[in-house]
């Protein structure tokens, strides 16, 4: 996800904002019972930005919108530690030939409102959501279940309003039919885009996005734009993650240097990221409350390929540029030790991870000049790299460039956006001017996750629009495989074939370099990089 996880976590697709947030603070609750700033007796704060979109589950895929979402919301199943399946509102998620899967409901689940959760429930969701005239960000994700075509042809208007593959068999079970078979599809279900929606939200969704009906361990209760937006702990919940809190405030902060101090003097609970002014302190003045923890999330730098500099740019040029990157040093002096080095288009948490037989990723700047000469060269000798100033970005941006530009002579300089939703916005509207800081966290454990929702060129989240037929025909191709280990090996050779190619700049692995206040206790993080905010208790 972009800055976003999936089941617990990504989003889809999610994108890393690495924590990008937004401005003001105010805790927004009744003074009284209260501890020192942090809203509501019970409750817990947390730095999360404005998210981009309404509150829609396909509509999401970024990190702010999709810690919101999953506090909100709970789809057929999650992951556990390791990137297991753990199922939440299925009772199974069953196939025998990977085409046709049977979905069963763990009876007694209802939306916030009181209405039973039902197969209808996810059906008419995922149909509304497949829609193109609904225009949602992650409507791709349906693609693989017959009839989609049908609800979002490639032009004109749908043919339907119901995927073919998509049967409600009782109230409590409905299958799901695949135009070809899809040997992980189960895990796909874990993004948190495939959850269901109650008849409300079809009355008037765009409403529904401000103040949303889900069926999560969280109940909706307000959105202060560009503040703060307050849950509360849903008593009824049927879950295995209730709330072992009261609620949840995500409060907005223009840098993460601001965050940081609020948490340090007892005014936010959690910080899910320390900037880079801070990190080399963070432990000392955090203690026991300090966290750092690897997590299945990538960085990179991404060309725009419909901008002039990148429009059919030898991959030569782009090989050159990552062997221009000093990815150890930066890593260990800017980064402060808290990010390793890529070493594939992959982290190390997905299925499939593999170590490429290359030296691409490797600091060499004589053979980097080289590359870009025999790929002649960057137009104009220069490049920008867009990235959003309010996730402590900007200085390893800079030190990138500065990289770049002593091992090749090719300039290179960061453009600047004030937040991280104008920074996607850029992305999705094709305004980005050179390349951009791409930050990618899974949405289920496999390595397909982070290569067809990035490279394929119809992928939603593929903002360099980055195309290649050979490509998109082999990911087909290990998309079809008869088990899931076939399909994890398949998609290993498309990465082998990324490398040739280069759609992005793989930089480096995320860590999650966080901590909290003494106020909270039982602070963990999934394998997505998440806090695990119904598992936070209040002192």
Not at 36 to 41: H, I, R
Not at 174 to 197: D, H, Q
Not at 297 to 304: C, D, V
Not at 438 to 463: C, M, Q, R, T
Request: proline share 5%; with cysteine; net charge negative.
């Amino acid at each position: 996800m972009r800055g976003a996880k999936s089941a617990k976590w990504v989003a889809g697709a999610i994108v890393v904002a690495l924590a990008a947030t937004a401005c003001g603070s105010g805790d927004g609750g009744d003074d009284k019972g209260q501890k020192k700033g942090s809203g509501p007796a019970g409750y817990v704060s947390i730095d999360v930005g404005e998210p981009q979109k309404p509150l829609m589950p396909a509509d999401t895929n970024e990190t702010n919108g999709s810690y919101v979402i999953q506090s909100l919301f709970t789809q057929l199943l999650d992951f556990d530690a390791k990137g297991e399946i753990v199922y939440t509102n299925a009772e199974s998620v069953e196939t025998e030939d990977s085409k046709t899967w049977t979905v069963k409901l763990k009876k007694g689940w209802k939306f916030h409102n009181g209405e039973d959760v039902t197969a209808k429930s996810y059906v008419d969701a995922w149909n509304w959501y497949a829609n193109i005239k609904n225009n949602q960000q992650n409507s791709f994700w349906f693609s693989d279940i017959k009839g989609y075509a049908d609800v979002h042809p490639e032009k004109g208007d749908p043919k339907s309003d119901a995927m073919s593959g998509l049967k409600v068999v009782d109230e409590h079970t409905f299958t799901i039919e695949l135009t070809e078979r899809v040997p992980y599809f189960n895990y796909k279900l874990g993004y948190s885009t495939f959850a269901p929606m109650p008849k409300v939200f079809f009355d008037d969704p765009k409403a529904f996005g401000q103040k949303p009906v889900g069926n999560g361990p969280y109940e909706f209760e307000k959105w202060d734009h560009k503040k703060l937006i307050q849950v509360k702990a849903y008593k009824d919940y049927q879950g295995p993650n209730k709330a072992k809190n009261k609620g949840l405030q995500f409060k907005n902060y223009s840098t993460l240097e601001a965050a940081y101090k609020e948490v340090v003097s007892g005014n936010l609970d959690i910080i899910r990221q320390v900037g880079p002014t801070d990190l080399p302190k963070y432990k000392q003045d955090l203690g026991s409350g300090a966290i750092e923890q690897p997590y299945a999330a990538i960085q990179t730098l991404t060309p725009a390929f419909y901008t002039k500099t990148f429009k059919d740019i030898d991959p030569k040029v782009l090989q050159g540029l990552s062997m221009a990157i000093d990815r150890d040093t930066i890593t260990k002096t800017v980064l402060n030790s808290t990010r390793t080095p890529a070493t594939s288009f992959t982290p190390p948490q997905v299925k499939g991870n593999q170590t490429l037989d290359t030296d691409v990723f490797t600091y060499d700047p004589t053979k980097a000049k080289k590359l870009i000469k025999d790929g002649g060269g960057v137009p104009g000798n220069k490049f920008t790299i867009q990235y959003n100033s309010d996730g402590g970005h900007k200085e390893w941006v800079t030190a990138v460039c500065e990289s770049i530009r002593k091992a090749t002579g090719v300039d290179c300089v960061g453009d600047a956006k004030p937040d991280f939703a104008t920074d996607l916005e850029a992305r999705d509207n094709n305004e980005v001017k050179g390349m951009y800081r791409g930050g990618w966290v899974a949405d289920y454990p496999v390595n397909v996750n982070f290569i067809k929702e990035l490279y394929h060129s119809s992928a939603e989240s593929n903002n360099g629009r980055f195309s290649n037929k050979e490509i998109d025909a082999l990911m087909a191709k290990g998309d079809k495989a008869e088990s899931l280990e076939d399909a994890v090996a398949a998609y290993q050779d498309v990465e082998k074939l990324l490398l040739e190619e280069m759609p992005s700049i793989p930089l480096w692995y995320y860590r999650i370099n966080g901590g909290h206040g003494e106020a909270v206790g039982n602070v963990t993080v999934d394998f997505h990089g998440d806090i695990e905010l119904t598992e936070v208790t209040v002192k």
